[in-house]
């Protein structure tokens, strides 16, 4: 049993403490393995390794897929006192299933734009939240150091100059994230935004479009992990 092995360390320490555990339980051979971990990014290390053995049977001869399970600790308020109750359920889907938080966030864009055929605007209402989120992690790689989303989003396309992007769709994408994700105020506590509802899978047809004229390979990459 190894338990939450890293806390709050830098990336090259917790890369560093996967590879001492990964080596000594090479070495230990165990027939059971128990790891706890409060880290995100050390689960994705231990899972990829756990799903390589399963592949590759000369490491730990004993290693079967239906032998490796995932779990997530959770805790809930016990009735109306303060006191919390812990209990064990399998880990979720998204959290096998994604690498990170912007894989996923472009999973749900990248759905809504050319894959769901269904008109759920109950969902709809939170995916302005995603699209401005994933612009931000995307931008900040391809104008670093670039302050404010506007000014990445042009910085971007000028960089970008083989390529012919629509003046109107940069200021959908613009208007869309500042006012879609957090109006800077509400019309009435009554209100439902019916333009927010309309214009979302356009919106998200219109960033997909504009990753792929700007980071085509970049793109390329995304569909080839999550498409299919």
């Not at 970049?218 to 299919?228: P, Q, R």
Request: charged share 30%; hydrophobic share 35%; glycine share 2%.
């Amino acid at each position: 049993v190894i338990d939450d092995p890293v806390s709050s360390f830098d990336y090259q320490n917790l890369f560093q403490s996967f590879g001492f555990i990964k080596s000594e339980l090479q070495k230990a051979m165990p027939m059971q393995v128990f790891i706890f971990t409060h880290n995100f990014q050390f689960f994705k290390y231990i899972q990829k390794w756990f799903t390589e053995l399963v592949k590759d049977r000369d490491e730990f001869n004993n290693v079967k897929e239906k032998n490796t399970k995932y779990y997530i600790i959770k805790n809930k308020l016990v009735g109306d006192s303060t006191d919390r109750k812990s209990y064990i359920e399998k880990a979720p889907k998204f959290i096998l299933n994604y690498e990170s938080e912007y894989l996923y966030l472009f999973d749900l864009i990248y759905k809504k734009a050319f894959r769901e055929t269904d008109d759920d605007q109950e969902r709809d209402y939170i995916l302005p939240n995603a699209v401005r989120k994933f612009m931000e992690i995307f931008l900040s790689f391809r104008a670093p150091g670039v302050k404010s989303l506007n000014r990445q989003l042009k910085q971007v396309i000028e960089d970008t100059s083989e390529y012919k992007i629509d003046d109107s769709v940069r200021h959908r994408l613009e208007k869309y994230c500042h006012d879609g994700s957090h109006s800077m105020w509400q019309k009435s506590i009554n209100d439902m935004d019916e333009v927010l509802l309309g214009e979302i899978k356009q919106v998200c047809v219109d960033l997909v479009n504009f990753i792929e004229k700007t980071d085509p390979k970049h793109l390329k990459l995304l569909k080839k992990k999550y498409e299919n």
